[in-house]
């Protein structure tokens, strides 16, 4: 039973990436940190070439999986302005109190820079990180 239980800790770190909503390939992780530092949650961003799509995630470590809290993530793409707003193309966000993880979010990224915000908490500890113009193509 004690097995049966770790692996349902440890599942979200070692998902694929349809169990989070996302289709294509891994392409990148970032490390979400406290300033303590503690690793909060990670950024898991994906491509899928065939629609053009970024698609992200972001799943908490297996410790903090275990506490439902804050956590949320955003994505845009490089055209994405505030009079331009077209929310599942150029620029998505998901916000709640989560077990696992907040996602997925998707953007269309052909040809395009993404940036991403991804905020974790634990009771008064807050972790943020900022991935800016990555994976431009």
Known sequence: M???AAALILAPMNA???????????IDTYKVM???PNHLSTIRLY???????NCA?????????QFKHE?????????FTEDNNRPGYNNDFDSG???YYAGP??????????????ITYYYDEMAIKDATKVHCG
Do not use: P, W
């Open 2 to 4: 004690v097995a049966s």
């Open 16 to 26: 694929h990436a349809a169990e989070y909503g996302c289709t294509g390939s891994l």
């Open 34 to 36: 406290s300033r303590v």
């Open 47 to 53: 491509y899928n070439s065939s629609t053009g799509y």
């Open 57 to 65: 995630a972001n799943v908490k470590t297996a410790y903090y999986s």
């Open 71 to 79: 956590a949320s993530i955003s994505m845009y793409n490089q055209d």
């Open 97 to 99: 109190k989560f077990l």
């Open 105 to 118: 979010v998707k953007v269309y990224a052909k040809g395009k820079c993404v940036s991403i915000r991804a």
